[in-house]
């Protein structure tokens, strides 16, 4: 018979589900208003657990806060990794399927956009999320002439901007057409780092890779 790996001590399944819960009410305190003003009590509260519990597993709130930050960061480029993971090899249709698919997910995952319309300007440059895969793909654009010789981090900033401006019209105004706002503006941005005029609104519009489970 295989042997069995020992189960997980009852102890840290207990210490890591209280973690999980602070990190939980922390993003839902992050997706309403961005505001990290909320006491510890409320905060203790929202996740169930004991008052103290918050400084067994961090050191204060604003590390707390930003631990859910980088949580929902991770979410967030883990779910543009999925869709575009071994689908696409372009540099500019990389860009153009990650403004797109951002602007879905106002609509399938409205918190984690919340969250990321409330905190994002200040993780352009963030070494979790999408930045780090943004700035590659630049770079990869960059050294095969696919976009113009620039600085990809003075573009990763500029792109930054566009993307939360992006999700902030998502919000601001649900009653417009997301997919062509999300189009015209890596259309745009595209055309910032140096596609042409006609090609970089071609890019912008193809269709998205399918889900491995289509």
């Not at 869709?83 to 997910?105: H, I, K, N, Y």
């Amino acid at each position: 018979m295989p042997t069995l790996e020992p189960p997980v001590n009852r102890f840290e399944r207990r210490r890591a589900g209280t973690r999980k819960a602070l990190i939980r009410a922390a993003r839902e305190f992050l997706a309403a208003s961005g505001d990290t003003s909320a006491s510890i009590q409320a905060i203790t509260e929202r996740a169930d657990v004991g008052f103290g519990s918050l400084y067994n597993h961090f050191e204060s709130k604003t590390e707390l806060f930003d631990a859910a930050a980088a949580d929902a960061l991770d979410e967030f480029g883990q779910a543009i990794d999925e869709r575009l993971q071994g689908t696409v090899d372009d540099p500019a249709e990389l860009v153009a399927a990650g403004f797109r698919l951002t602007a879905r997910m106002a609509d399938s995952h409205p918190e984690l956009m919340q969250i990321l319309r409330h905190r994002g300007l200040r993780h352009v440059h963030s070494e979790r999320g999408i930045a780090p895969r943004a700035l590659r793909d630049l770079e990869r654009g960059v050294a095969a002439g696919r976009f113009a010789d620039v600085d990809p981090l003075s573009a990763l900033s500029a792109m930054g901007g566009v993307l939360m401006s992006l999700v902030e019209l998502r919000f601001a105004r649900p009653d417009l057409d997301g997919e062509q706002a999300a189009a015209n503006m890596a259309e745009m941005t595209l055309r910032m780092l140096g596609v042409p005029s006609d090609e970089a609104r071609e890019v912008a519009r193809r269709p998205l890779p399918t889900t491995r489970d289509a």
